[in-house]
């Protein structure tokens, strides 16, 4: 199971939410690129970049972040936050970005995120499916859809998906454990490399969400707060 090391972004900052409420912001490094230094460091690969200006915003605007930390670091990145078209797409793996996450326009432009899998290949697109009570979130998290989490996700591994990145966003940034059963489900009833985010506060989580057969895992706060070192997860 991979284990991937997300930065949240605001404002050139490195930044943590709570439940994706930006009322919430903490800020804890001035530098992302410090940050990433320091995951390289203690031995961990992949990065989960996330443009949380962009995601607000609907259009990209961390990206020379990225571009410093895919030059500085041999880290392997998905990117996501503010991607709505294929140029996004392009501009984002030409700064550095090994794989790139579409939610919004997956949950609101079925047609464009199709032509966007169809251009770069399943192995670079990463669907997101962010979902709260069960329904799928857009915009940074600030719009509800009536979309099912499970049937949005079965419905796009029909179409060629093959990552995903599932997070439920009441656990998000709150330290309290992750939906490993809701995780458990989805990968025993689809073909998916499943990607676990939100709520990860202890490696014993870690160790859950691997029961599970999630391809990867997404920690956050529980490393910028102390509660999981990163030398104890290689």
């Known amino acids: 199971m991979r284990i991937i090391i997300a930065i949240d972004i605001i404002d050139g900052q490195c930044v943590r939410l709570t439940k994706g409420d930006f009322d919430t912001k903490k800020i804890y490094y001035n ?4 940050v990433a230094k320091m995951i390289e460091d203690n031995g961990l690969k992949y990065m989960h970049l996330v443009d949380l200006d962009g995601a607000k915003e609907s259009k990209i605007k961390n990206l020379k972040t990225l571009e410093a930390i895919a030059s500085k670091t041999q880290l392997i990145i998905d990117y996501g936050g503010g991607l709505r078209t294929i140029d996004d797409f392009r501009n984002v793996f030409n700064s550095g970005a090994a794989q790139a996450t579409a939610g919004s326009v997956a949950a609101k432009n079925p047609d464009v995120f199709l032509k966007i899998l169809n251009q770069f ?4 697109v990463i669907l997101g499916a962010d979902f709260s009570n069960g329904k799928i979130a857009v915009s940074g998290w600030l719009e ?3 979309k099912d989490i499970k049937t949005f996700i079965s419905d796009y591994i029909g179409k060629g998906v093959k990552y995903v990145i599932c997070t439920d966003i009441s656990k998000d940034g ?18 998916i490399n499943l990607i676990a985010s939100g709520g990860i506060s202890s490696i014993k989580d870690v160790e859950e969400i691997r029961k599970t057969g999630c391809e990867g895992v997404i920690i956050g706060k529980a490393f910028y707060e102390g509660k999981i070192e990163l030398n104890k997860l290689t």
């Open 31 to 34: 530098n992302p690129v410090d």
């Open 121 to 124: 290949g399943n192995e670079k």
């Open 144 to 146: 509800n859809s009536d």
């Open 174 to 191: 709150t330290l309290q454990g992750p939906a490993t059963a809701i995780y458990a489900e989805i990968v025993s009833e689809n073909s």
